[in-house]
């Protein structure tokens, strides 16, 4: 489907929530919790945030929750009854205001979930969310999207893509046939274009570093382990990268209760020491070293190769959250431009 | 700055340590740990308002150890954790010597664990006067407020570990959290999942925790887990008189007991 | 609420506690049948975690007794279990959990009426409190 532009006004928007809201759609938005922005559920424009580069979290949530029942079973009389989430019964969710890095970062998990074996509760959060992006005005030294083929206007994975024009007023892209329905359901709030341009409302972020030349570096560099052990000297291996990336998408699966309870998945991180422990004791990642080896091969070498879509959108929010500033970005760098 | 720098040449000329563990220029003007070998890369060592990491936390991490013997660019709050891990049985002498940095950009070279605990003497260990009165403002809530306070804390806890990863006393190899049979502590990020982590890592910090912060800088989504850890350095010290990183020989607060422990709460 | 009937959950030590307990029993002495008593080899085995456990798992509250001071059949079991009480309770009470239902006690295997009493009194205070709802509510919360 082509982009097609309209415009629209703040107070406008405002109507939209409304509407979304009495409609029972749950809206996730950028808000400040304390001295921090990050993704919540809101109930009015009023309560987005607008004067940030990012948040802390991504919306991930939305199609892979942090904690998710698989199903809950009971048993009795020698029998388990076991119930099975049903995607019918989610409700809708409309992503408002993430950048234009998290709105790509869905086909990343889309690439997982949908791979091999279609992860039906995924897909079905996927098909129940509406994402409504907001160009970027300002970037700072963590971000990267231009690097790894987005920008700060980029309406890849967004439905509908709002740039602020100044004075109350948006250029709305609309993007997908889920932005055009959203464009229908409020009539009389979009409104024509008329030339309006997004271009100068735009960060200027340039390319930080050659793509193409990652993968092929990372081929050479992977047996230099005193390479990767200097890299991640500091690293603590804690998940705080994997949990805040919009694209990690590794989990865990627990049983809990008893006689009755739930199976549930939750967040995992490669970085743990325990990710890829044997039951036997064996760890092939036994080093911090190799973790972090992989979760640069993960996102920039196999995934290209097997899902034939990145693993980094380049939002810059590990970086950010990092509690020893392993900054993802300088490491990029380092690895485009080693010496073979 | 440059007698940090030159003292850290000496070392590792002299080969009287292995590694330099110290801060450097980080990103966004911060400060980063760094990790110098040898004495021509002693010029990226800093020290400045930026660098509060406690990075005693490398003094346990394998990888860092493998490297030999470390002298480690030390705030206060690093000395009293040397301290402790040498009271319990994780360093020696032989493993470290410290370079306590002062605001002033003096550096003391502190070479035993003797000179470290002569040095800690020295410092105001207690919670300072803004610390006890946050506390005392948390403690004046009714239990309602208190519930909800914490309740709405700890539900946005994504069991990243990010605190056990940057404290320095969380060195198990193998964590509570890692044993499944059966699984003591949830690993979904669920409320009462998140309640039981956290409650249990203060626990097992009582009587240790040397009030370093790190956790709570640590903490993507910004949870005041140094209240939890204030609030048991101050009981801790108020019923048994104990303190941690005070002295290299010396028994855990938790492990050992008095005849004339309070009872009153006890019928 | 005179309808509620609490669920009490006792931490008791083998040798002191339990013993008395069997003692009240024995003495054919009644007691609120409220309370499911779990045996210790001591107090000082009586891991912090279990109580949050309990709570988690419905109860509306709970009583830890275990030797007298100097009585521990392991010598120093219980003053091991007393200092981390100590903490145990200030931190649950700065976290807005309600330690008044929690009871420690010392319960020696001649005190069964001790034992009645102290089970008696603390379902009966446990009922005004009413159920603990604000802890049982937790399970559940945080999962999509």
Redesign the interface.
């Known amino acids: 489907m082509e982009t097609e532009n309209k415009s629209i006004r703040r107070d406008a928007l405002e109507k939209l929530f409304s509407q979304w809201l009495a409609g029972g759609k749950r809206i996730l938005a950028p808000k400040k919790i304390g001295d921090k922005i990050d993704f919540a559920a809101v109930t009015s424009l009023a309560e987005v945030s607008r004067d940030h580069v990012q948040t802390v979290q991504s919306p991930k949530t939305s199609v892979f929750p942090r904690v998710e029942e698989l199903f809950s079973f009971k048993s009795s009389d020698g029998r388990v009854q076991i119930r099975e989430r049903n995607g019918a019964s989610l409700g809708e969710t409309v992503v408002f205001g993430l950048r234009p890095c998290d709105a790509a970062a869905y086909a990343s998990l889309a690439a997982i979930f949908t791979w091999d074996n279609p992860d039906s509760l995924f897909s079905a959060r996927l098909a129940k969310t509406t994402v409504i992006g907001v160009s970027c005005a300002r970037a700072d030294e963590y971000c990267f999207c231009t690097a790894v083929g987005g920008g700060p206007g980029a309406t890849a994975g967004s439905d509908i893509l709002l740039t602020d024009l100044g004075s109350g007023e948006y250029l709305a892209e609309i993007v997908s046939e889920k932005g055009r329905q959203t464009v229908q359901a409020t009539p009389g709030q979009f409104l024509p274009a008329a030339g309006k341009e997004k271009e100068n409302r735009l960060a200027k972020v340039d390319p930080a570093f050659a793509l193409d030349k990652i993968a092929p570096a990372l081929a050479v560099l992977f047996d230099d382990a005193a390479f990767w052990e200097e890299q991640s000297r500091r690293c603590l291996g804690c998940g705080a990268c994997a949990y805040v990336c919009p694209t990690c998408a590794c989990f865990d699966i627990q049983d809990e209760g008893g006689v009755s309870g739930q199976r549930l998945r939750c967040w995992d991180s490669c970085g743990f020491s325990l990710f890829t422990l044997h039951t036997s004791g064996h760890n092939p990642r036994a080093l911090q070293s190799q973790r972090w080896r992989q979760r640069l091969m993960h996102k920039f070498a196999y995934m290209p190769e097997r899902q034939q879509v990145l693993g980094c959108v380049g939002c810059g929010r590990c970086s950010r959250a990092c509690p020893v500033d392993m900054n993802i970005l300088e490491h990029l760098r380092a690895i485009a431009e080693a010496k073979p | 700055m440059e007698t940090l720098r030159d003292k850290a040449r000496e070392l590792l000329a002299a080969r009287t340590v292995q590694v330099i563990i110290g801060y450097g220029q980080g990103s966004g003007g911060g400060a980063r740990a760094v990790f110098v070998r040898e004495a021509a890369d002693a010029d990226a060592l800093i020290f400045n308002e930026a660098c509060r990491q406690n990075l005693a936390v490398y003094l346990m991490k394998p990888e860092v150890r493998k490297l030999g013997k470390a002298a480690l660019v030390a705030t206060p709050s690093a000395l009293r954790t040397i301290l402790q891990l040498a009271a319990e049985n994780q360093v020696g002498d032989h493993d470290l010597l410290a370079l306590a940095v002062h605001a002033a950009g003096e550096v003391t070279l502190l070479a035993t664990l003797q000179a470290i605990e002569a040095h800690v003497t020295e410092l105001d260990a207690d919670l300072s006067a803004a610390e006890k009165a946050e506390l005392r403002k948390y403690e004046a809530l009714s239990l309602e407020q208190r519930r909800e306070y914490w309740q709405e804390q700890f539900s946005r806890c994504l069991k990243c570990y990010a605190c056990r990863a940057a404290c320095p006393l969380c060195y198990c190899s193998r964590c509570t959290v890692e044993c499944n049979q059966p699984q003591w502590i949830p690993v979904p990020a669920h409320d009462l999942g998140n309640l039981e982590w956290n409650v249990m890592r203060a626990m097992h910090l009582a009587g240790r925790c040397v009030n370093c912060g790190d956790c709570s800088r640590a903490c993507p989504v910004a949870i005041p887990l140094y209240l939890l850890n204030q609030k048991l350095i101050s009981d801790v010290f108020a019923n048994f008189n104990a303190r941690s990183g005070m002295a290299a020989k010396t028994d855990n607060a938790m492990s050992i007991f008095k005849p004339d422990d309070s009872e009153d709460f006890i019928r | 609420m005179s309808d509620f009937n609490p669920k009490i959950v006792a931490f008791v030590c083998n040798w002191c506690t339990y013993a008395g307990a069997d003692l009240t029993g024995t003495s054919r002495m009644k007691y609120s049948p409220q309370v499911s008593i779990i045996r210790f080899p001591c107090t000082g085995r009586i891991d ?2 279990l109580l ?1 456990k309990a709570f ?1 798992n419905g109860a509306d509250g709970i009583i830890v007794s275990g030797c007298h ?2 009585d521990c059949h392991y010598s ?1 079991g219980n ?2 279990a ?17 330690v008044r239902r929690v ?4 319960v020696s295997a001649a005190e069964g009426a001790k034992w009645a009493q ?1 089970v008696n009194d603390t379902a009966e205070h446990v009922r005004q409190l009413g159920p603990f709802s ?1 802890y049982h509510r ?7």
Do not use: E, Q, T, Y
């Open positions: 912090f975690m949050l988690a001071p100097n120093s003053f091991h007393r200092r981390r009480w100590i903490v145990f309770r200030g931190l649950l009470d700065f976290l807005g959990i309600d009871r420690f006690s010392w102290l604000g937790l399970r559940g919360l945080g999962v999509g």
